[in-house]
């Protein structure tokens, strides 16, 4: 059973493998994972919001500006990372 997420937007396997830069306006594209990355596209608004800059934070503290995937790499695991970006949809 599948749920979906408003204002996430799951971005296509055939996007990943041609690094397709295809990201709507007021979104950005960032990759999650703490082995496996998966990309994710979100929307630029939640770059305001204290729990997400959390994150943001934690990646700059791993991966420093240099970030491997080529975009802004969050290395936590995609169940927090789907929590945390739930609970931004809803306030």
Not at 30 to 56: A, C, H, M, T, W
Not at 76 to 82: A, G, I, M, V, Y
């Amino acid at each position: 059973m599948g749920f979906r997420l408003p204002g996430i937007l799951h971005a296509k396997k055939s996007q990943v493998s041609s690094k397709s830069l295809d990201v709507p306006k007021g979104y950005l594209a960032i990759y999650v994972g703490e082995s496996q990355k998966k990309r994710f596209i979100i929307p630029v608004s939640y770059l305001n919001q204290p729990s997400f800059q959390d994150l943001l934070s934690l990646s700059e503290d791993e991966f420093g500006y240099d970030h491997p995937m080529g975009g802004i790499t969050i290395p936590c695991s995609e169940d927090t990372f789907l929590d945390l970006t739930s609970a931004l949809v809803y306030k």
